[in-house]
T-cell receptor
Framework: AQSVAQPEDQVNVAEGNPLTVKCTYS??????LFWYVQYPNRGLQFLLK??????LVKGSYGFEAEFNKSQTSFHLKKPSALVSDSALYFC??????????????FGKGTKLSVIP | DAMVIQNPRYQVTQFGKPVTLSCSQT?????MYWYQQKSSQAPKLLFH???????NEADTPDNFQSRRPNTSFCFLDIRSPGLGDAAMYLC?????????????FGDGTRLSIL
């Protein structure tokens, strides 16, 4: 079975400082990995994905994520946090081996608060 | 802009009174999904349609049903809502169910049960 862990329920960071939101995954085959952001009373918005190739992927709003196969991680990063980045962040995984579920499995989410 | 639209954004119903939530898309995607999301939790997949083929998750209660009359529209029917069904319901679409493209989400319908 595939699974995602987001070990931190909440991350607080000062505006202008770098931010990291952690994600680790487990799949039987190779992973397709995604990050989504959710603002209050809104749906999930796609930020970035890793499918194959370069381990560092760049996405919307200055976010990037690094795929680390040996550590089975896909941490979300941004060099300089903005107050407007405050939101709920979800990591998600799909197993591309065909043996796993077609379904997208989400982590429980990490609430990011950027302090002015 | 191509998008996923959910109506209404807020829905209040009475305990046991049937309710229908709607979703439409202009993306012309093959797959439409319904998720249930309770406060600050991960979205939980209820079911999805791949074209006209309906796929129910094993742990989705019988109380929840869905209809997809055409490519653009999909409905979530809750036959007899209980207090535990109060949640945000999210509709999403994708081109293929196992593809590399991300799912596109609507802004959700927040359902309250009186």
């Amino acid at each position: 079975a595939q699974s995602v862990a987001q070990p931190e329920d909440q991350v607080n960071v000062a505006e202008g400082n770098p931010l990291t939101v952690k994600c680790t995954y487990s799949v039987s085959g190779n992973p397709y990995l995604f990050w989504y952001v959710q603002y209050p009373n809104r749906g999930l918005q796609f930020l970035l994905k890793y499918i194959t190739g370069d381990n560092l992927v760049k996405g919307s709003y200055g976010f990037e994520a690094e795929f680390n196969k040996s550590q089975t991680s896909f941490h979300l990063k941004k060099p300089s946090a903005l107050v407007s980045d405050s939101a709920l962040y979800f990591c998600a995984v799909r197993d591309n081996s065909g043996a796993g579920s077609y379904q997208l499995t989400f982590g429980k989410g990490t609430k990011l608060s950027v302090i002015p | 802009d191509a998008m996923v639209i959910q109506n209404p954004r807020y829905q209040v119903t009475q305990f046991g009174k049937p309710v229908t939530l709607s979703c439409s898309q202009t993306l012309n995607h093959n797959v439409m999904y319904w998720y249930q999301q309770k406060s600050s939790q991960a979205p939980k997949l209820l079911f999805h349609y791949y074209d006209k083929d309906f796929n129910n998750e094993a742990d989705t209660p019988d109380n929840f049903q869905s209809r997809r009359p055409n490519t653009s529209f999909c409905f979530l029917d809750i036959r007899s809502p209980g207090l535990g069904d109060a949640a945000m319901y999210l509709c999403a679409t994708s081109r293929e169910p196992q593809g590399i493209q991300p799912q596109h989400f609507g802004d959700g319908t927040r359902l309250s049960i009186l």
